[in-house]
């Protein structure tokens, strides 16, 4: 599975950007989903995943209320819908894929459940 993600820039705190991640192969509804990101001077950190099917997601604390992840397998694409920015927000958000065909998906909140990793896409949030 080869990863591109896209959807970065830089707004004002307060304000949304959608992240896009499209994946190659045939066989993108068999793996779960996650966002992770990773601070200037920090370590990379989990953010949010999905089922393979859709019908669970699961998200750190930090952004709970304010990020959506969602996922059209009809396109083979994951999304991260991004609200109420804040400046602690500002990384280089990368996706990730695991072949999991379950929809418990806590467990998958470390960066080794994962075999795949997108390029990653900046975003930058000013206050």
């Known amino acids: 599975v080869r990863l591109q993600a896209s959807g970065g820039g830089s707004v004002q705190a307060g304000g949304s950007l959608r992240l896009s991640c499209a994946a190659s192969?045939?066989?993108?509804?068999?793996?779960?989903m996650g966002w992770f990101r990773q601070a200037p001077g920090k370590e990379r950190a989990f953010v949010a995943v999905i089922s393979w099917s859709g019908s669970t997601t699961y998200y750190v604390n930090s952004v709970k209320g304010r990020f959506t992840i969602s996922r059209d397998n009809a396109k083979n694409t994951v999304y991260l819908e991004m609200n109420s920015l804040k400046p602690d927000d500002t990384a280089v958000y990368y996706c990730a894929a695991t072949a999991w065909t379950s929809n418990v998906v806590v467990s998958l909140v470390g960066r080794e459940s994962y075999d795949y990793w997108g390029q990653g896409t900046l975003v930058t949030v000013s206050s």
């Open positions: 192969g045939r066989t993108f509804s068999s793996y779960a």
